[in-house]
């Protein structure tokens, strides 16, 4: 099973949602062979709560809703509802879990820092995994980070920086984590750049979701997660980028 575990569909924090590029986003994660797509929206993204409420509750793109809130859409492709959320002090973490669970997450920037948002998850009662976004990039490295690492589940090899991917894979080595890979898709276009790969195929034949939390959660703490990052992820990016500010946006 392949897995984009980083996937926004908004285009920055301030769009509403464009549900005909976001029709197209789950078209293009089919034909590439992606089974599922985790939306870890920004948390403070104005269009949040719209986007979910639209997906999530209100099924807008038809498909079967899960027990968690997540959507299997006709395809097969699987959405999960998840988030990205700008930490106090800074840097990004991606949290997994249930819709309740993200949808009751604060939409302030930088309202927690690590504790806080792990010890809000941990209270919730349901499972969730958390991830360290991209912490290479500039201005994305956590404060106290030496401290608070061994608290989460895994560091992100993000398809977006291809180039320094091998300080991402020695980092999680260091620090004895799971290794997951996304693509940090704000479009269509770079939807492949970064996946994560499990042993692991959905009952299908039987229309129930085969992939919750409860079950990625498990392939991350038994280290069973291989990050994925392509060859072409230099130049998905690249292209993504000229597409996101092309003429009329
Ligand atoms: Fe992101």
Not at 92 to 105: A, I, P, R
Not at 135 to 141: F, Q, R, T
Request: with cysteine; aromatic share 8%.
């Amino acid at each position: 099973m392949l897995i984009d575990t980083h996937v926004h569909l908004l285009e920055s924090k301030t769009c509403r949602p464009d549900w005909s590029e976001i029709s197209y986003t789950f078209h293009v994660a089919k034909e590439k062979n992606i089974d599922v797509l985790c939306v870890t929206e920004h948390r403070d993204a104005v269009g949040y709560e719209e986007l979910f409420i639209e997906i999530f509750l209100e099924n807008r793109l038809g498909g079967q809703l899960n027990a968690d809130g997540a959507l299997q859409l006709a395809a097969g492709t699987i959405i999960r509802p998840a988030a990205e959320v700008s930490l106090f002090g800074g840097g990004d973490m991606g949290v997994h879990s249930d819709l309740n669970t993200v949808m009751s997450l604060s939409g302030r920037k930088n309202e927690y820092n690590v504790e806080d948002l792990l010890s809000f998850l941990s209270g919730r009662g349901e499972d969730y995994v958390s991830v360290a976004h991209h912490l290479l990039l500039n201005g994305k490295w956590w404060a106290g980070f030496e401290q608070v690492i061994h608290l989460v589940d895994a560091i992100e090899i993000p398809g977006k920086q291809a180039s320094v991917m091998d300080d991402y894979l020695k980092l999680a080595v260091r620090h004895s984590k799971s290794r997951l890979s996304g693509s940090d898709a704000h479009t269509w276009i770079q939807l492949g750049a970064g996946l994560t790969r499990i042993e692991y195929e959905a009952d299908r034949t039987k229309g129930v979701l085969g992939f919750d939390t409860a079950l990625f959660k498990k392939f991350v703490l038994e280290n069973e997660t291989v990050p994925c990052v392509s060859n072409s992820a230099d130049e998905l990016v690249r292209i993504a980028r000229l597409y996101k500010g092309r003429p009329g946006l």
